[in-house]
Nanobody, 123 residues
C-alpha cells in the first residue's frame, strides 16, 4: 500500500539546523494533509507542524519562527526545516501524511505514519 520513509535526523549542537525529509511510496493518487509530530522521552506525542489543504499551516507554539514545513507534491514528500534548535527539541520525530492510493480497482484514503527519526540537540 503506502510507506513513509524519513531521513535527515541526527545530533546537532544548540543553535544548529536540521532538515527532515519524508517520502511516500506506493500506488499513490494524491497527498492530502501532511505534518510532523514528535515524542520526547516520558511525554506524549505532540503536533509540531501540520499543513492542511483546507485549514492551512499551523505550528506548535514553541517552534514558530524556527521550523518550516514544506511539501513537494511531485515527489510525494514533506520536509521540516528546523533552525535555532534547542535541547528541548530533542525527540523522535514522526512524519504524517493522509494519502489517497489505489488498491486494486478502488481508491482509498487513510493516514500513514513514518517509523520515526531521532533528533538530538546537545552540546
Amino acid at each position: 500500500q503506502v510507506q513513509l520513509a524519513e531521513s535527515g535526523g541526527g545530533m546537532v549542537q544548540p543553535g544548529g539546523s536540521l532538515n527532515l525529509n519524508c517520502v511516500a511510496s506506493g500506488s499513490i493518487v494524491s497527498i492530502n494533509d501532511v505534518g510532523w509530530f514528535r515524542q520526547a522521552p516520558g511525554k506524549q506525542r505532540e503536533m509540531v507542524a501540520l499543513q492542511s489543504k483546507v485549514d492551512g499551516t499551523e505550528y506548535e507554539d514553541s517552534v514558530k519562527g524556527r521550523f518550516t514545513i514544506s511539501r513537494d507534491t511531485a515527489k510525494s514528500a514533506v520536509s521540516l526545516q528546523m533552525n535555532s534548535l534547542k535541547p528541548e527539541d530533542t525527540a523522535v520525530y514522526y512524519c504524517y501524511q493522509i494519502v489517497t492510493y489505489h488498491s486494486g480497482a478502488e481508491r482509498w484514503t487513510g493516514p500513514y505514519w513514518g517509523r520515526g527519526i531521532q533528533v538530538t540537540v546537545s552540546a
